[in-house]
């Protein structure tokens, strides 16, 4: 099916509202990137080894920017139809959903009065306790943008140039190097197994090979 042109585009709110979509799509994803990052951040730089878990909980964050993703991505295109937000957000409502899950699951495990949890604290909560708010934080957020999909997105034009294709462009490269180096973050963190063990305490990789150990 074509895409429709400019001079075609379907009626609806000011252009300004519209691309609204557009920047919520852009700060969505470098939100969520950088939540990724993150946990990148206490695996590389304070050695806490990520748990099976956790992992878990890292696919579905990049699930869920993948959506809308999906939307800028469209947007440097140069335009955004209602179809477009819709797919763009429903993906992400999965990948919120299935990471408050997973989230929820390990606080579960973690429940117990003197059970101090996996790996350390951040302002006094665990992350994984941080994902389970922030999934459900943009459950609300992802419901209230497609409650007023209809009055916010159109099949508008998004300019091709200036911020728009700046911030657009930094928010995929941003989310790709972080998908990107979470699959090499896993790889060497399983190793050649088909499972990751329960309590991780070394990158299996490097023992697989004989370079330690």
């Known amino acids: 099916m074509n895409a429709p042109t400019y001079a075609g585009l379907e009626p609806g709110p000011p252009a300004i509202v519209a691309r609204g979509q557009y920047w919520f799509a852009c700060l969505f994803v470098i939100g969520w990137t950088g939540v990724v990052c993150g946990g990148l951040f206490y ?29 800028v991505r469209q947007g440097l295109n140069g335009t955004v139809a209602r179809r477009d937000c819709l797919m763009g957000w429903g993906l992400a409502l999965v990948g919120c959903v299935a990471g408050s899950f997973a989230a929820w699951r390990q606080t579960m495990l973690h429940i117990l009065p003197g059970d101090k949890g996996y790996g350390s604290e951040l ?54 190097l972080a998908v990107a180096v979470n699959v090499v973050a896993v790889f060497l963190e399983e190793g050649f197994h088909w499972f990751l063990p ?16």
């Open 198 to 213: 329960d309590n991780p305490i070394r990158y299996e990789f490097f023992y697989d090979l004989g370079f330690l150990g």
């Open 43 to 71: 695996q590389f730089v304070r050695w806490e080894y990520p748990c099976p878990l956790c992992v878990l909980q890292r696919m579905f964050m990049m699930l869920a920017f993948l959506g809308p993703a999906y939307i």
């Open 123 to 176: 302002l006094g909560l665990h992350l994984y306790v941080w994902a389970w708010a922030l999934f459900q934080a943009s459950v609300v957020a992802i419901g209230v943008v497609m409650a007023f999909a209809h009055s916010t997105a159109a099949d508008r034009h998004v300019p091709a140039s200036g911020p728009y294709r700046a911030v657009g462009r930094f928010a995929l490269a941003f989310a790709a």
